[in-house]
Structure formats: structure tokens, C-alpha cells
């Protein structure tokens, strides 16, 4: 028995079980032999921080998150003369013990009833809503909704001090600070403005404080330092600004059709079967000039569209969004859904003239590939530039608090076969202008190429309009170079047995 218990502690001990994770509570309060200061006299015992000195929170982080950046310290990534031999004097097992200690504690209290300042009310639109004319998406789109984190790379912002979240930007402008993956922040960084830096570090130093309200920003008030920017592409027309939505039972419906369109997932929970959100496609809320904007969409029909052969409403084109790209059902005509969908884009298109191809409706156009894309090709390239965020197996990622933050690209769980994003040349025109997020144009056009045609070629949810066998629906709907549904692929027939269309 004596034996049994000895080698059960063994391997608990081995597999990083409570006796390493007592090891971390050691270094956390003690520090070690070799040098390594306790982490507790700066990050304080419950791992809440200190603010005012701009030592960051500890708690609750993502431990991988949590030993990379000791990894870093280590290294030189992250260059700080406090915490650079402190990680040095650390080994791999005792970065990996302190961060598993600190990411088991609970997120730390926080006193209720912040004031909301204008600083606050700033920073609440540049987190929740970013400023797309210089390029930034909003802190949300990565770190996720009430910034909880998502994953090892972006973690909670929500509560950390204000101090510590400016000197990360200014880290970032300043090349102190380099271990980003693929240089995003560092790019984000230097485009904010040291006002807009000030701004979102206070707000999210309060952010665990605020009412829904205050953290979706006061868009019905002018901000300290500036209006909501307008789409970054070039284009004659700029949508009206969030603030001119009227306080009246119309404008109510226009800001429900922005949740609807932001919060799919919550607000059309019924209509949809997989894990997007409109605004995963349409940029900024569906502003975004050359990322399919709603406002050049709305003016455009009634049209005819050869994907169906008749002329499509407004409506109807709306309901075909659901029954393709969110792999659901159509929200019946004069549904609240629909309703305020409508009513948002009229409200975007206000101004606009009715039945131009204005410039930046859709995704910018895209020229031939230089050689005919290359699924392995592709493959390097979304592992060098995509799986940071939508995951190595296109599973997509989801945010602490459990909602879709990055959409999955393939699978049971994204766009089935009849969406638009499975033509190779509409993804490849999207990720081109788009991506990865806040560095579109950064891909080459042959890469853009190869990885449309990855990501398409790999199973997902079957077209709706299924004729029994992918090879007759195929022919039917998918006789195209651009469509990779009823080819073999790595062994699979493409479609043949995909997982069922529409909610599951």
C-alpha cells in the first residue's frame, strides 16, 4: 500500500498534478534559492497587483500565456530589468509550476460603481468598437467579449491597471517589448495615438466595474478625443456615425439590428448553426469599406442573382445569409430579426444613391494567381498566419467566458458549402483585403490564393440544396474551378458525407 501511495505521488508529481502546483505557491511567496525574488512582493499575495505601480494582475491568467511570457523575460523578447533575472533564475519546470499557481487563483475582487470619465467613455469605443480608419480593430475581436481572453495570445484585459496596460503599448511603439505573435500588437500600437493609449487603459482598468451600457461605450455622446472612424478603404461614401441613430422607436430597431449583426449568437440565436457572427465577415460592424459592407449591400436591391436565378430582395438575400454562411435557417419575413436588420443597413446607407455599384461594395477585386493555387502551399500558409487565431484544425476559438470570438473556417461548426466564403475567389478577395486582422494586404496575392483554396478544401457543413450525391450536386451548383465541393481531397471525397446542414 506504502509503495503504491509513493508511486502515485510520483507521477502526480511528474504530470504537474498538486504537488507542482505547490512548488509554484513556493516560488510565488518564497522565490528560490538561486536568485528568483518572490513574485508576491510586487504581484501581491492573491496575485491582484498593484496598480499604481504598474505591476499587472496574475490571477486567473492563461498559465501557458503566463510561461511564455517568463520565456520572453528570459530571452529578451520582453526586456524589463525587474523580471529579466527574475525568469532567468527560473527554470522551465518552475516557469511552468508559478504560472499553473497563478492561473488556478480566482480573478480578484473589484470595488463597484466607477465613475465613467470621457477618458473611459473613449477608451470604451476604441475596445468595444476600435478605429478602423487607422486600421485598429476593436481590442474585442481578440481578446474577446468583457476582454476575458482568448487562448495562450490574448489575454484578460478586463482589470488590469491602468499604468501597467499604457507601458505595454508604449512597450510595443518603443521595441522593449517584441514577443507578439506576427507583430500584431506591435502594429496596433503604433497607429493609436497617446491619447487613444490613455483612453483604453482606463477603461479597462475599470472595465469590471461598468454596466453594459458604459462598456459599450457612450456613442450618443462626442468623446474627448474624437468621433467613431470611418471605413479605412477608399470610397466616396462614409456611413452616417453611430451617434446620429435617432433616440425614437426606429432608432431602437437600428441598434438591434447592430447587435443582431455584432451578437449573433446571442440575439438570432434561433436561426443560426454554427459558431459565426455577421461581423465576421463584414468588418466594423458591416462599415468596412472593401470587407462586403451593408451599406453599399442595401442599395444594390432588388437584384438578380444567378445563385438562385430570380430577383432578390433586400430580404431575401438577408435570409440567404442564415441559410448559407451561418449554416441556419431564414428568420421569416417581418421577423424582428429581419426588421432590424433592414432597418441598420437602411440606417448605414442613408445618403447613398440607390442602384450604383458603389465603390467598395463587396471584397476589392483580385487578380489571377500567378500560378495555380497550392493546397500544401496553403497549408504553410495558414500555419504561419492564420492558426494564431482560428486554430490549427480551423476549430476556431472561443473566448474564458464561452463566446465565439474567432470563427471557425472549417468544420461542423462554420460556413457549410452553399456560403459564398466556400468560392475560393471570394475567400482569397477577403483575406487578401483583410487579413490577418489589422495587417490586410500584408499576404501576397498567390499566397491569398493558396490558403482561400486550403481552407475550402476541407470538410464542413453540407449544402443546403443537396441532390443525393455530391457529385450531382456538384454538378447542379458547384461546376466551377473555384469550388472544391465533389473533389477528392487527401482521400475525401469533398461533400459526400459532410456533417447535416442547418442547426443541429
Known amino acids: 500500500m506504502k509503495q503504491t501511495t509513493a508511486a502515485s505521488l510520483a507521477v502526480v508529481f511528474l504530470i504537474g498534478g498538486p504537488a507542482l502546483a505547490a512548488t509554484g505557491r513556493d516560488i510565488a511567496m518564497q522565490g528560490t534559492k538561486n536568485g528568483a525574488a518572490p513574485c508576491s512582493a510586487c504581484h501581491g499575495n492573491n496575485g491582484e497587483g498593484q496598480a499604481t505601480a504598474g505591476f499587472p494582475q496574475l490571477a486567473s491568467l492563461n498559465a501557458a500565456y503566463l510561461t511564455a511570457q517568463l520565456a520572453s523575460f528570459a530571452d529578451g523578447a520582453r526586456i524589463n530589468s525587474v523580471m529579466g533575472p527574475i525568469a532567468k533564475a527560473l ?3 518552475q516557469r511552468k509550476a508559478v504560472s499553473d499557481y ?10 463597484a460603481g466607477s465613475p465613467v470619465t470621457a477618458e473611459i467613455e473613449a477608451g470604451a469605443l476604441l475596445a468595444n468598437r476600435g478605429d478602423w480608419g487607422k486600421g485598429v480593430p476593436p481590442c474585442a475581436q481578440c481578446h474577446g467579449s468583457l476582454a476575458s481572453g482568448v487562448g495562450a495570445a490574448f489575454p484578460r484585459l478586463a482589470g488590469q491597471g491602468a499604468l501597467y496596460t499604457a507601458n505595454q503599448f508604449n512597450a510595443w511603439r518603443g521595441g522593449t517589448r517584441h514577443n507578439d505573435p506576427m507583430g500584431l500588437m506591435a502594429g496596433i500600437a503604433k497607429r493609436l495615438d497617446a491619447n487613444q493609449v490613455a483612453d483604453v487603459a482606463a477603461y479597462y482598468a475599470a472595465e469590471p466595474n461598468l454596466s453594459a451600457t458604459q462598456r459599450a461605450g457612450s456613442a450618443e455622446k462626442p468623446t474627448q478625443h474624437g468621433a467613431p472612424a470611418v471605413p479605412a478603404a477608399a470610397s466616396a461614401f462614409a456611413p452616417p ?10 432608432g431602437k430597431m437600428v441598434r438591434l439590428g447592430e447587435e443582431v449583426f455584432y451578437n449573433t449568437q446571442i440575439y438570432a440565436e434561433q436561426y443560426i448553426g454554427n459558431n459565426l457572427q455577421c461581423s465576421n465577415c463584414h468588418l466594423d460592424r458591416g462599415r468596412l469599406a472593401g470587407s462586403a459592407p451593408l451599406w453599399a449591400a442595401y442599395v444594390a436591391y432588388p437584384a438578380y442573382r444567378s445563385k438562385n436565378k430570380h430577383v432578390n430582395t433586400y430580404t431575401e438575400r438577408l435570409q440567404e445569409c442564415f441559410r448559407y454562411s451561418m449554416n441556419g435557417k431564414a428568420p421569416p419575413d417581418g421577423s424582428d430579426v429581419l426588421v432590424a436588420l433592414e432597418a441598420y443597413s437602411y440606417f448605414l446607407a442613408r445618403g447613398a444613391p440607390v442602384g450604383v455599384d458603389m465603390p467598395g461594395r463587396g471584397f476589392p477585386g483580385l487578380d489571377q494567381p500567378a500560378h495555380p493555387f497550392d493546397y500544401a502551399q496553403g497549408e504553410k500558409v495558414y500555419a504561419a498566419n492564420c492558426a494564431l487565431c482560428h486554430g490549427a484544425n480551423g476549430q476556431g476559438q472561443s473566448s474564458v467566458a464561452g463566446k465565439p470570438v474567432f470563427p471557425p473556417v472549417w468544420g461542423a461548426h462554420s460556413y457549410n458549402w452553399g456560403a459564398g466564403m466556400a468560392d475560393i475567389g471570394n475567400a482569397a478577395a477577403f483575406v487578401e483585403a483583410n487579413m490577418p486582422l ?6 501576397s496575392n498567390q499566397a491569398a490564393w493558396d490558403v482561400a483554396a486550403f481552407i475550402d478544401s476541407h470538410e464542413r457543413p453540407q449544402d443546403p440544396r443537396f441532390a443525393g450525391s455530391a457529385a450531382e450536386t456538384r454538378t447542379k451548383y458547384h461546376d466551377s474551378p473555384m469550388s472544391m465541393y465533389g473533389r477528392e481531397v487527401n482521400g475525401i471525397l469533398l461533400g459526400e458525407h459532410s456533417p447535416p446542414a442547418g442547426p443541429q
Open 91 to 93: 527554470d522551465d519546470v
Open 438 to 443: 489589422s495587417q490586410g494586404n500584408k499576404l
Open 102 to 111: 497563478y492561473a488556478s487563483l480566482p480573478i480578484p475582487e473589484t470595488k
Open 241 to 250: 456615425p453611430e451617434g446620429a441613430i435617432p433616440d425614437n422607436d426606429f
